[in-house]
C-alpha cells in the first residue's frame, strides 16, 4: 500500500517553462513533507519542505504547495533549468521522537530540454 | 562540512557471496539509516540506528543482513549470503533534528551510496 503517491513518473519540461511535480498522499497522520532530488550515481539531495501548519514555502526558484484537504502536495520550478534535469522525491513524515517515520513516493524524473 | 561518506561507490559479486558496506555519517548525527533502493523505486528503509542502538530494523531481512553501528558512529551492512534481487543502491543517511513551533522535524543527509551487482 503507497502511502505517499507520485503518480507522474516521468516529466519533460522546455528551458524556462515551469515544472509542476505531483505527490498524493493518504495518511492524514503526515505533518511535514519534504522534496528530495537525485542525479544519477549520487544520493539524494534535500530540496524543501514544507510543514503541515503551512499551505507554501518558498525558496528562490522552488516552491512548494501544500493542500491537506485534498492530499496532494506539488514542487514547482520556475523557471526550470537543464541542471534540474533529475529525479524528484516527494517523502511524508509522521511520529515524534524515536517513532518518526519518514514515508517515500517512488519519484517523478524530470526531463528540462535546453 | 563533510558530507555523509559510503564505501565503495560500485561492488559486483556473485550470488552467495557475503558484501560489506561501509557508511561515515556527519560529524554530530545522532540518528543513522540504511536504505535499498532498487531502480525505479523510492528508497526503502532497511534499519535506523540512535546512536548506537536499533530504533527500527522491520524491514531487514536478518536471515541475511546485518548492520551495527559501533560506538554510535560509523557503520557497517553486510549481506552473506547475497541473492541476485539485492541487487540496489544502498545508500546510508544521517540526519539532523531540529525543533519547529514545538515540533521536532528531520532532514536527512545522504552519502552517494553502494551500486551493488550480484550476478
Known amino acids: 500500500d503507497q502511502q505517499v503517491k507520485q503518480n507522474s513518473p516521468s516529466l519533460s519540461v522546455q528551458e524556462g517553462r515551469i515544472s509542476i511535480l505531483n505527490c498524493d498522499y493518504t495518511n492524514s497522520m503526515f505533518d511535514y513533507f519534504l522534496w528530495y532530488k537525485k542525479y544519477p550515481a549520487e544520493g539524494p539531495t534535500f530540496l524543501i519542505s514544507i510543514s503541515s501548519i503551512k499551505d507554501k514555502n518558498e525558496d528562490g526558484r522552488f516552491t512548494v504547495f501544500l493542500n491537506k484537504s485534498a492530499k496532494h502536495l506539488s514542487l514547482h520550478i520556475v523557471p526550470s533549468q537543464p541542471g534540474d534535469s533529475a529525479v524528484y522525491f516527494c517523502?511524508?513524515?509522521?511520529?515524534?521522537?524515536?517513532?518518526?517515520?519518514?514515508?517515500w513516493g517512488l519519484g517523478t524524473s524530470l526531463a528540462v530540454n535546453p | 562540512e563533510a558530507g555523509v561518506a559510503q564505501s565503495p561507490r560500485y561492488k559486483i559479486i556473485e550470488k552467495r557471496q557475503s558484501v560489506a558496506f561501509w557508511c561515515n555519517p556527519i560529524?554530530?548525527?545522532?540518528?543513522l539509516y540504511w536504505y535499498q533502493q532498487i531502480l525505479g523505486q523510492g528508497p526503502k528503509l532497511l534499519i535506523q540506528?540512535?546512536?548506537?542502538?536499533?530504533?527500527?530494523d522491520s524491514q531487514l531481512p536478518k536471515d541475511r543482513f546485518s548492520a551495527e553501528r559501533l560506538k554510535g558512529v560509523d557503520s557497517t551492512l553486510k549481506i552473506q549470503p547475497a541473492k541476485l534481487e539485492d541487487s540496489a543502491v544502498y545508500l546510508c543517511?544521517?540526519?539532523?533534528?531540529?525543533?519547529?513551533?514545538?515540533?521536532?522535524?528531520?532532514?536527512?543527509?545522504f552519502g552517494s551510496g553502494t551500486q551493488l551487482s550480484v550476478l
Open positions: 543517511a544521517s540526519s539532523l533534528v531540529f525543533l519547529e513551533k514545538d515540533r521536532v522535524r528531520e532532514k536527512l543527509f
Open positions: 560529524s554530530g548525527h545522532a540518528t
Open positions: 517523502a511524508a513524515s509522521t511520529g515524534a521522537g524515536n517513532n518518526r517515520k519518514l514515508i
Open positions: 540506528f540512535q546512536n548506537n542502538g536499533v530504533v527500527d
